[in-house]
């Protein structure tokens, strides 16, 4: 009797899922399946129910494993289950969890909080058959993810993206990449900072791997008329550079030009906006429309005539990697203005495929705003140009099967269609 081959599926571990922020999680995922891999995604909380998915996301939450609410009797019954079962595995993870150096005892606290969630998530997926665990983002989810692999015997693999988790405040930084069976991050900024914090004899481990997009969603279709329309879209975080947006667009007023800006996102400087705005007497050409969902958001791309994010790095550190709202504008063949910060020069060459200025200098940005404004053909210069670089680099299909061929070559040997994913034997 032949037995049945091993079942291809995954366990993905995410923080909030699914988020506005994350899409390319969503992207990753859809790929995979489409592929004939089972992936079971565990999350550690319910997205807000205000937040506006988008049809997809709202499919895609279906199934999906969530750890909170607690819910006590369970969540005892799992820590009584590995204490008389693995209670040696148990008491070891626990241990050198809490004796690592961590930052603060608020820290120390969290681990202990995430220790517990990653004793349920095993307990929870214990009789599942799967292949490994992999985490997304170096914070929570990879301590479980480590917890989990212990107590179930498997191995587990990160997604490490540009966050305060490795910028601001990496916990357990070291001790996640080392445990891991491998590292896919991607910008190779992402990556040199890695090695430099956890030592060049993990270089091997880490890969980069660049997100990817849905290319065929995104198709120049510009619909502006009258006035310009400058727009910007993302988490209303300090780290994106939209004050000093405000007070380039406020500069630019004072010399006379005439647009719109239109801000799509929410998040915790909102209020701090709106005060800049109101000081800036912006009332009139500003609109903040909040979170929007992706279908919404293209439409934006559609009626903008240029695209602007000038990321910064804040007091703290914290810093993004590669936004893939950029990638998604110069997609849409918009001409793009942000920072040389990061992994940013990585996609938008300047001059050639967008504007990059020095991050936080408001001047240099109105001085790139305008030449935008002043000479639409140089725009569209590089719009087109942005966008064949998207179409190079920045392929859904194309990246996703190069981050499962890194990770899981058995199932996607290199060189292999898409499709051709691999049964064990």
Same mark, same amino acid.
């Given at each position: 009797?032949?037995?049945?081959?091993?079942?291809?599926?995954?366990?993905?571990?995410?923080?909030?899922?699914?988020?506005?922020?994350?899409?390319?999680?969503?992207?990753?995922?859809?790929?995979?399946?489409?592929?004939?891999?089972?992936?079971?995604?565990?999350?550690?909380?319910?997205?807000?129910?205000?937040?506006?998915?988008?049809?997809?996301?709202?499919?895609?939450?279906?199934?999906?494993?969530?750890?909170?609410?607690?819910?006590?009797?369970?969540?005892?019954?799992?820590?009584?289950?590995?204490?008389?079962?693995?209670?040696?595995?148990?008491?070891?993870?626990?241990?050198?969890?809490?004796?690592?150096?961590?930052?603060?005892?608020?820290?120390?606290?969290?681990?202990?909080?995430?220790?517990?969630?990653?004793?349920?998530?095993?307990?929870?997926?214990?009789?599942?058959?799967?292949?490994?665990?992999?985490?997304?983002?170096?914070?929570?989810?990879?301590?479980?993810?480590?917890?989990?692999?212990?107590?179930?015997?498997?191995?587990?693999?990160?997604?490490?993206?540009?966050?305060?988790?490795?910028?601001?405040?990496?916990?357990?930084?070291?001790?996640?990449?080392?445990?891991?069976?491998?590292?896919?991050?991607?910008?190779?900024?992402?990556?040199?900072?890695?090695?430099?914090?956890?030592?060049?004899?993990?270089?091997?481990?880490?890969?980069?791997?660049?997100?990817?997009?849905?290319?065929?969603?995104?198709?120049?279709?510009?619909?502006?008329?009258?006035?310009?329309?400058?727009? !910007? &879209? +993302?988490?209303?975080?300090? #780290?994106? *550079?939209?004050?000093?947006? %405000? /007070?380039?667009?406020?500069?630019?007023?004072?010399?006379?030009?005439?647009?719109?800006?239109?801000?799509?996102?929410?998040?915790?400087?909102?209020?701090?906006?709106?005060?800049?705005?109101?000081?800036?007497?912006?009332?009139?050409?500003?609109?903040?429309?909040?979170?929007?969902?992706?279908?919404?958001?293209?439409?934006?791309?559609?009626?903008?005539?240029?695209?602007?994010?000038?990321?910064?790095?804040?007091?703290?550190?914290?810093?993004?990697?590669?936004?893939?709202?950029?990638?998604?504008?110069?997609?849409?063949?918009?001409?793009?203005?942000?920072?040389?910060?990061?992994?940013?020069?990585?996609?938008?060459?300047?001059?050639?495929?967008?504007?990059?200025?020095?991050?936080?200098?408001?001047?240099?940005?109105?001085?790139?705003?305008?030449?935008?404004?002043?000479?639409? !053909? &140089? +725009?569209?210069?590089?719009? #087109?140009? *942005?966008?064949?670089?998207? %179409? /190079?680099?920045?392929?859904?299909?194309?990246?996703?099967?190069?981050?499962?061929?890194?990770?899981?070559?058995?199932?996607?040997?290199?060189?292999?269609?898409?499709?051709?994913?691999?049964?064990?034997?």
């Amino acid at each position: 009797m032949i037995a049945d081959p091993p079942v291809r599926r995954l366990i993905y571990l995410v923080g909030t899922y699914p988020s506005l922020t994350t899409t390319f999680i969503d992207r990753e995922i859809k790929a995979l399946r489409g592929w004939g891999i089972d992936v079971r995604v565990i999350a550690m909380r319910h997205p807000p129910p205000e937040l506006p998915l988008s049809a997809d996301q709202q499919a895609g939450a279906a199934g999906v494993i969530y750890l909170t609410p607690v819910r006590l009797p369970a969540l005892l019954a799992a820590h009584l289950h590995y204490l008389l079962r693995r209670p040696v595995a148990l008491l070891q993870v626990l241990f050198y969890l809490l004796t690592r150096p961590h930052p603060d005892r608020r820290a120390r606290l969290k681990t202990l909080l995430h220790f517990g969630q990653g004793v349920y998530a095993a307990w929870l997926v214990r009789d599942l058959p799967f292949r490994e665990l992999h985490a997304h983002f170096a914070d929570r989810a990879a301590t479980i993810a480590l917890v989990m692999g212990r107590l179930l015997g498997k191995s587990y693999s990160l997604s490490i993206h540009a966050g305060a988790d490795i910028f601001v405040t990496p916990m357990l930084l070291p001790e996640k990449i080392r445990e891991a069976r491998h590292v896919a991050t991607c910008t190779a900024f992402n990556r040199a900072h890695l090695i430099a914090a956890v030592g060049p004899d993990v270089a091997a481990r880490i890969s980069c791997v660049p997100h990817g997009l849905e290319l065929e969603r995104y198709r120049p279709a510009h619909h502006a008329n009258g006035r310009p329309v400058i727009l !910007s &879209v +993302g988490q209303l975080a300090e #780290r994106k *550079g939209l004050e000093p947006l %405000l /007070e380039s667009c406020g500069a630019l007023r004072e010399r006379g030009y005439e647009f719109d800006v239109h801000i799509v996102g929410q998040g915790p400087q909102r209020a701090r906006l709106e005060e800049t705005i109101g000081r800036l007497g912006l009332r009139d050409v500003v609109t903040l429309h909040g979170a929007l969902p992706h279908e919404a958001v293209i439409e934006q791309y559609e009626r903008a005539t240029l695209f602007a994010l000038p990321c910064i790095r804040t007091a703290d550190g914290d810093i993004d990697g590669i936004p893939n709202v950029l990638a998604e504008a110069m997609a849409m063949e918009l001409p793009v203005v942000s920072t040389r910060l990061s992994a940013i020069p990585e996609l938008v060459r300047d001059g050639e495929s967008g504007l990059l200025v020095p991050p936080g200098d408001p001047a240099a940005l109105a001085g790139a705003l305008a030449r935008l404004l002043d000479c639409p !053909s &140089v +725009g569209r210069e590089l719009g #087109r140009n *942005g966008r064949r670089a998207v %179409l /190079e680099t920045f392929d859904v299909a194309c990246n996703v099967r190069r981050f499962a061929a890194i990770l899981w070559p058995d199932w996607f040997p290199p060189g292999n269609a898409p499709d051709a994913v691999q049964s064990e034997e």
